[in-house]
């Protein structure tokens, strides 16, 4: 597993002052609101403050002062660092699901979770083998994620 994960993209910048607009790639602006520091390039930057704009995080950092050094940011994909996030049991990245081996209910090997697509009504994994599986990811389809093995167990119903 990656040290630091892909959380967002700095598609602005915001004001004169060297503020940073992030869309967000993680589960909200406000999440990414509350890390001290982001990575970009592999470079920490002290987040100094953040507020929410429309879905996207205003961000003030550390060492830019002005819109000339904060637009050398743009199109910039900012990371956090995994150690720094505490997640709730039995949840995981999706980044550390993507290729892993994905098997119906009887051990037959269906493929590798080649993506996952977040739609409004929920996630679907898209499974690509032999032939492409889209599979809502809910209880209902999903039976065991074993993200330190890489493998998904699923349940296929007629049709999928």
Same mark, same amino acid.
């Given at each position: 597993?990656? /040290?630091?994960?892909?959380?967002?993209?700095?598609?602005?910048?915001?004001?004169?002052?060297?503020?940073? /607009?992030?869309?967000?790639?993680?589960?909200?602006?406000?999440?990414?609101?509350?890390?001290?520091?982001?990575?970009?390039?592999?470079?920490?930057?002290?987040?100094?403050?953040?507020?929410?704009?429309?879905?996207?995080?205003? %961000?003030?950092?550390?060492?830019?002062?002005?819109?000339?050094?904060?637009?050398?940011?743009?199109?910039?994909?900012?990371?956090?660092?995994?150690?720094?996030?505490?997640?709730?049991?039995?949840?995981?990245?999706?980044?550390?699901?993507?290729?892993?081996?994905?098997?119906?209910?009887?051990? /037959?090997?269906?493929?590798?979770?080649?993506?996952?697509?977040?739609?409004? %009504?929920?996630?679907?994994?898209?499974?690509?083998?032999?032939?492409?599986?889209?599979?809502?990811?809910?209880?209902?389809?999903?039976?065991?994620?074993?993200?330190?093995?890489?493998?998904?167990?699923?349940?296929?119903?007629?049709?999928?």
């Amino acid at each position: 597993m990656e /040290k630091y994960l892909e959380a967002g993209i700095i598609c602005n910048t915001h004001g004169i002052k060297g503020e940073v /607009k992030i869309q967000p790639w993680a589960d909200s602006a406000e999440f990414l609101k509350k890390f001290k520091y982001l990575y970009i390039d592999g470079k920490p930057y002290e987040l100094l403050s953040g507020k929410v704009h429309k879905q996207c995080l205003i %961000a003030e950092l550390k060492g830019v002062s002005g819109v000339n050094e904060a637009m050398i940011l743009k199109n910039k994909i900012v990371s956090i660092d995994r150690s720094e996030v505490k997640l709730p049991t039995g949840t995981f990245f999706i980044q550390d699901i993507i290729g892993a081996s994905v098997v119906d209910e009887s051990g /037959k090997e269906l493929g590798k979770l080649s993506e996952v697509l977040e739609l409004p %009504a929920g996630n679907v994994y898209v499974v690509t083998g032999e032939r492409e599986i889209l599979i809502p990811a809910v209880p209902q389809f999903i039976i065991k994620t074993d993200v330190s093995a890489g493998l998904i167990t699923v349940r296929l119903i007629d049709g999928m």
